[in-house]
């Protein structure tokens, strides 16, 4: 008996070596129901999620071009909507405190060829990204999902990286925020946000660049329910955007904080403390 509690034990902490992070801690998983890009007052892109086939798999542009996503772990499609949670996620360095954090993503590849003035989103043009999300509650704090704005032109460069989504600040506290993560410089800047209201069933984020004559990019969202979209509410304070590049892409994306090292150690003793305590009623009988 006192052989197989060692074998048990040996077995509990194996398998926290060996199974991945994302399989030990899973967030509340949230769901994207529609993504779309409006350019220049036409759509441009519109995603549904119908066709079964997940990011990086998309449908044509309405143009009838083929067009393909960036993704960053992996995403499943099912039911007309693309799950998002630490299932199959990637894990990156945070902003600031560059702690882990697990991170799922698609974005649009759209062309980014600064002399091509025709194609993507550039400087010249007026643009629109929306993204409808089933409204869910962050399960941690920093966690967060929502659509983006994007000029990295590679892992870790870029400076204007401007998103809107729900969130969970440090505080505790859930809210609909606009912030900007700058790669270059490390840092995270808030520009507002807005109590989160979780009575509804879905959540429709914008990011909206209004007029060719500014880099400012208004953020926006609605409250869904029943299929109705409600008012809009739009953040008081703009970003700009094109700091040092006349293009950006469209994405949504999810990211929470890996835990902590210590705390998937006091999982294991705890196991270990149950097969231990499982040993000694077996000698009692």
Avoid: C
């Amino acid at each position: 008996m006192k052989k197989r509690s060692t074998l048990l034990v040996a077995l509990v902490f194996g398998w926290l070596a060996l199974v991945p992070l994302s399989t030990v801690v899973q967030a509340s998983p949230v769901f994207i129901d529609n993504f779309s890009v409006t350019k220049n007052g036409v759509l441009l892109f519109d995603d549904p999620f119908s066709d079964g086939g997940p990011p990086p798999s998309a449908p044509n542009f309405t143009n009838g071009t083929p067009a393909s996503y960036f993704v960053a772990g992996s995403l499943n499609e099912s039911s007309g909507k693309v799950r998002l949670d630490t299932v199959g996620a990637a894990i990156t360095p945070g902003p600031v405190t560059n702690l882990p954090f697990f991170i799922e993503l698609a974005r649009l590849q759209t062309n980014i060829d600064p002399n091509n003035l025709t194609l993507g989103l550039k400087n010249d043009d007026t643009f629109s990204v929306r993204g409808l999300f089933d409204l869910t509650v962050p399960s941690q704090r920093l966690e967060a999902y929502g659509i983006r704005l994007n000029d990295l032109t590679a892992p870790g460069i870029g400076n204007d990286l401007l998103e809107v989504g729900v969130r969970q600040g440090a505080d505790g506290i859930d809210r609909v925020q606009f912030f900007r993560l700058d790669q270059d410089a490390n840092s995270f800047t808030s520009f507002g946000g807005f109590l989160l209201d979780p009575g509804h069933d879905q959540i429709l984020l914008d990011l909206t660049r209004l007029s060719t004559g500014s880099d400012a990019i208004t953020a926006s969202f609605a409250y869904v329910d029943g299929g109705v979209v409600g008012s809009f509410s739009t953040f008081g304070t703009t970003a700009d955007i094109f700091q040092g590049e006349n293009f950006t892409r469209a994405e949504f994306a999810f990211f929470t904080p890996v835990p902590e090292p210590a705390s998937l150690i006091l999982l294991g003793m705890g196991l270990a403390a149950l097969a231990a305590r499982s040993w000694k009623r077996s000698r009692r009988h």
